[in-house]
């Protein structure tokens, strides 16, 4: 929680800057994927993995970034996926974009928290006890943003979510998107 807050503070104030190399984001996907097949078996989720058969160009990125954002999408998917639901990763690549998608057969987002979810210290639903504050998915928009990278979702509620990662293939400042 506080590494989270000083990293949105840095970055509100312009002192935080993305450490970027080539980076491999099929291994850094499947290694998230990997990381997070336990706490599903343990609800009984089923996960999946799509990743191209042929090597994919190398990104430019803060890894460790862009590994924090894929982590707190599957937290979230897990935590809101009941037992025996389902979880969906794919990867694909071109030569400009890298894209991840993370779907899930969880509680789904109505559209009005969709407008909020991004929002620090938003929770949609405050029924759930969670130990989450609402700063994960504040924290991957902003890491986004800081690469130029986009994140937009999709959700029925009852029926799952799908989030949308596309990050560029080589390092930008501002706001592109994809």
């Known amino acids: 929680l506080t590494e989270d807050l000083l990293t949105l503070a840095r970055s509100d104030n312009g002192s935080f800057a993305p450490r970027t190399s080539p980076t491999e984001l099929d291994t850094l996907v499947l290694d998230c994927y990997e990381a997070f097949i336990a706490p599903a078996k343990e609800k009984n989720i089923t ?4 990743l191209p058969d042929e090597n994919v160009p190398k990104a430019d990125v803060d890894g460790e970034r862009i590994k924090q954002v894929i982590s707190v999408i599957l937290s979230n998917a897990v935590s809101y996926t009941p037992e025996g639901g389902k979880i969906d990763i794919a990867y694909t690549a ?19 928290d969709k407008e909020h979810i991004f929002e620090r210290f938003y929770q949609a639903d405050t029924s759930r006890s969670s130990e989450g504050v609402g700063l994960g998915l504040s924290l991957v928009r ?5 690469v130029g990278a986009h994140i937009d979702v999709s959700s029925v509620p009852g029926e799952g979510s799908v989030f949308r990662v596309s990050i560029p293939s080589e390092a930008r400042g501002g706001n592109e998107h994809g």
């Open 94 to 112: 071109d030569r400009s974009w890298h894209r991840i998608r993370i779907s899930d057969s969880g509680s789904g987002i109505s559209d009005e």
């Open 47 to 50: 996960m999946n993995i799509s």
């Open 142 to 146: 902003r890491i986004l943003d800081m």
